[in-house]
């Protein structure tokens, strides 16, 4: 069974770092492209950074540009978000999730993912 298991999520203070991880059960994330979302209170799930398939190239929403890295490791079989500079309004539940199909590329839409994570709870505050 194919499933993303996110880790590394709790409380932060504003201006302060925390590492989220995704780590693969049943399958190599390598094969596929993998994407954080994020569904805060009351608010619609967005994306937030994606890392393709075979170039390992990136994107970012606007929001989180510069703040936020996503990276593999794939000796670990996992992906990271190195979330920086966090602010109060980055508070929301985080998921990991993947796309099987047959581009490399990060795909935009969350309804192209097929498999999500349970999510992992992110709250920066004083």
């Known amino acids: 069974q194919v499933r993303p298991v996110e880790s590394g999520g709790g409380l932060v203070q504003p201006g302060g770092s925390m590492r989220l991880s995704c780590a693969a059960s049943?399958?190599?994330?390598?094969?596929?492209?993998i994407a954080w979302f994020r569904q805060a209170p009351g608010k619609e799930r967005e994306a937030v950074s994606c890392i393709n398939r075979s170039n390992g190239s990136t994107a970012y929403a606007d929001s989180v540009k510069g703040r936020f890295t996503i990276s593999r490791d794939n000796a670990k079989n996992t992906v990271d978000l190195q979330m920086n500079s966090l602010k109060p309004e980055d508070t929301a539940v985080y998921y990991c999730v993947a796309y099987s199909g047959p581009s490399a590329g990060c795909r935009g839409n969350r309804y192209e993912y097929d498999y999500w994570g349970q999510g992992t709870q992110v709250t920066v505050s004083s």
């Open positions: 049943g399958f190599t994330l390598d094969d596929y492209v």
